[in-house]
């Protein structure tokens, strides 16, 4: 029979312990309650419900989703994607959008569309050196890569004012790893998700960065046989151009015609180092801005121009460089001397 893990970490470090005697499928429904929202919706395009499954060796096999999201090493370390746990199994997370979920698609909005893409090529000929004749060896190689973002709002800030007399925080620096902090005075307050008001959110309607890369590399080397050893003469060149770009459209939204405070979004934290609530509910906030819209919300347009043309660049980095050296071989001793130049 083979072994159950005996507990999960998520990636904040929050951990999920196995309850004695508890199933997978148990086991797998708690998880799915104690993660948070992710932005794919449970489409296995992000990544950001990975969980480790500890021992490392109880984890299931890993699926070609969890190899081309999470690598090789983490998966060595157990890491899964949650996503794939539960819907191979039937378990539905409050987080999975509704088509995921098997219900009808129709009256779904999708709120966020995450790609990523990566393609790599090489080619290359490599023979060794032989006494008295020149070896000729080249790469080539080109890589691209790809990622691309839109509709995501990150953040959403709300905010509110505290006379002189009306909050005091303490703050607990023992331990300079986890310091922590306490609310002496005005915690009624402080914790009253009504009286924060919206202040800020940021809308990502386009983030598109691109990446190429073409590089050719040559070498050519002979060995000379000596009386007392081997001389060998070896040069090359390698060029490689690469051009990167990024272009973002962020909109900044500081305004609500209308109410709208904190009380009307807030959920549970998901942050395990401290308490930190009231705080946005992931899974609240998509629901409310799902049914509402940015209709209400007035934009920006200085805050925005500034922020989209902040993120914007194109850059080119071209490398030539070349080399030459000569190695010496005999049974005592190597002598080796060369000069490399780049641009």
């Not at 909005?109 to 990523?116: E, L």
């Not at 040559?218 to 151009?241: H, M, N, S």
């Amino acid at each position: 029979m083979k072994q159950l893990p005996q507990k999960a970490r998520f990636g904040d470090a929050r951990e999920t312990l196995r309850r004695p005697g508890e199933g997978w499928r148990g086991f797998l429904r708690r998880l799915a309650e104690d993660s948070g929202a992710m932005p794919c919706g449970g489409a296995r395009a992000c990544g950001k419900c990975a969980v480790q499954l500890l021992p490392p060796e109880a984890a299931p096999s890993p699926s070609p989703d969890d190899m081309r999201l999470l690598g090789t090493e983490r998966v060595r370390q157990g890491w899964r994607l949650l996503c794939g746990l539960l819907a191979s199994h039937g378990i539905e997370a409050p987080w999975m959008t509704a088509s995921l979920r098997g219900a009808d698609p129709s009256g779904t909005q999708i709120v966020t569309d995450f790609r990523m893409d990566a393609v790599s090529r090489r080619v290359s000929g490599q023979p060794g050196t032989r006494p008295g004749r020149w070896a000729l060896g080249v790469v080539a190689s080109y890589a691209e890569a790809s990622e691309q973002e839109r509709g995501s709002v990150d953040p959403v800030v709300f905010a509110r004012g505290f006379e002189d007399d009306e909050l005091d925080v303490t703050f607990d620096y023992s331990s300079m790893k986890r310091p922590a902090f306490n609310i002496t005075n005005g915690a009624a307050l402080f914790t009253d998700a009504g009286e924060y008001e919206f202040d800020e959110l940021e809308r990502t309607t386009v983030s598109d960065a691109r990446d190429k890369e073409w590089s050719l590399k040559g070498d050519v080397a002979k060995e000379i046989p000596l009386a007392d050893g081997a001389f060998t003469v070896q040069g090359g060149v390698k060029a490689r151009w690469r051009e990167k770009r990024y272009n973002a459209d962020i909109d900044v939204f500081d305004g609500f015609d209308g109410d709208l405070t904190l009380a009307d979004v807030s959920g549970s934290q998901t942050y395990g180092l401290a308490n930190i609530e009231p705080v946005v509910g992931k899974s609240e906030w998509r629901d409310w801005l799902g049914a509402n819209g940015y209709g209400s919300f007035e934009l920006n347009d200085i805050d925005t121009f500034i922020a989209s043309n902040a993120e914007d660049y194109r850059a080119k980095e071209d490398i030539l460089a070349g080399y030459v050296l000569g190695r010496f071989d005999n049974e005592w001793a190597r002598v080796i001397a060369g000069v490399r130049v780049e641009r």
